[in-house]
């Protein structure tokens, strides 16, 4: 499977607990994005890497979010002190994009869904 | 800021039917228009990509369409099957200063009826 992976698919936590979500993009892409998603909302943009450097964040994205991705390849995005406004969808894309300018034609993965009770 | 609307909301139509879901956007400076299905429970599966520059794209029994002055977007869909049924989303990547991101709208839930 060359797709985009995220682990894990599910997660159910009780409120304070932290979590950490687990991308693996298309091997080739040199572009990450983190979104969420809401039920009956569009998906809503948290924050991009270029290669290792994360380069934007969204206001969503509070002191309480953290993404890394060391060396490029996989991403993690760790939520701490979870809440239950923090349940939601989220999802992983990557895309392989030449230069600076559009962001290219994104892959998603499955996405990994948050409870928090 | 850029808004993207879709209407309608939902839409049911009979097994066989030829239909089109709707998209506007507010700012007609855009690099590209993404067309995304997503099934319940699901990530987003890509459809569609059409370039600023481009007036439509085309994938076997899809049909996309950019207005960029006007700013709307059409996907057209023949003959629809019941495996056609989900949710269909719209996303606009905006020329905007230093941003990588894509404006989502809320979506067309779609359902097609044997």
């Known amino acids: 499977d060359t797709g985009v992976s995220q682990d894990p698919r599910h997660k159910i936590t009780k409120r304070g607990q932290n979590v950490t979500f687990r991308c693996d993009p298309i091997s080739e892409h040199n572009r990450l994005y983190w979104y969420r998603q809401t039920l009956g909302q569009g998906p809503e943009f948290l924050t991009y890497f270029q290669n290792e450097a994360q380069l934007e964040k969204s206001r969503l994205l509070s002191d309480r979010f953290s993404a890394e991705r060391p060396k490029g390849s996989f991403s993690t995005l760790e939520i701490q002190r979870t809440e239950q406004g923090d349940s939601a969808m989220y999802l992983c894309a990557s895309s392989q994009v030449v230069g600076m300018g559009a962001t290219g034609e994104l892959f998603f993965g499955e996405g990994s869904r948050l409870t928090v009770l | 800021k850029q808004e993207v609307t879709q209407i309608p909301a939902a839409l049911s139509v009979p097994e066989g039917e030829n239909l089109v879901l709707n998209c506007s956007f507010t700012d007609s400076a855009i690099y590209n228009l993404q067309w995304f299905r997503q099934d319940p429970g699901k990530g987003l599966t890509s459809l569609l990509l059409i370039q600023s520059s481009q007036r439509e794209q085309t994938s076997g029994r899809l049909n996309a369409s950019l207005d960029k002055s006007s700013g709307r977007s059409t996907l057209y869909i023949a003959a629809s099957q019941p495996g056609d049924s989900a949710t269909y989303l719209c996303?606009?990547?905006?020329?905007?200063?230093?941003?990588?991101?894509?404006?989502f709208g809320k979506g067309t839930k779609l359902s097609v009826i044997p």
């Open positions: 996303a606009v990547d905006s020329r905007g200063a230093g941003s990588y991101q894509l404006t």
